[in-house]
């Protein structure tokens, strides 16, 4: 009878562990990219990297992981750097330039002057390299 019980035991064991292997995955959009990610803008995802870097220093700071000063230093930075990629972002197609970025710095202008932060990860570029130390795109294209 036990020799029995403890088969039974084992064999759900083996069972439950082998379960998760063998059976089909229902829900395989998880593993698929979003197509609707393929259809957002290069401006919209300069919004989005924006706002979620906005959300990440403010728990930052009311988790303790910042202190007020440095809270305030990154919170100017990317609220303007938010800004200006809301009003890209918003703004009709036809009627986009490179004006608003040039003015908070973003990217180059038609003089050649070199951008100050990079246009794909929003991180500040130094040094007079030609790829974001942080992310590794091309600076200035």
Known sequence: ??????????????????????????DATILRPDSDDED????????????AALKEIEF????????????????ERYAAEAVVAIKEADA?????????????G???????ARPKFCEE????????GKFCVECGSRVGV
């Open 1 to 26: 009878m036990t020799l029995i019980a403890g088969t039974m035991l084992a064999l759900l064991a083996v069972a439950l562990v082998l379960e998760p292997i063998v059976r089909p995955v229902a």
């Open 40 to 51: 957002i803008s290069p401006e919209q995802r300069r919004r989005d990297r924006a706002l």
């Open 60 to 75: 930052d700071q009311a988790t303790g992981k910042l202190s007020d000063a440095d809270y305030q230093r990154m919170y």
């Open 92 to 104: 009709p197609a036809h009627r986009r330039t490179d004006a608003p970025l040039a003015e908070a």
């Open 106 to 112: 973003g990217v180059a202008t038609a003089t050649g």
């Open 121 to 128: 990860c929003g991180s500040k570029l130094e040094g007079s």
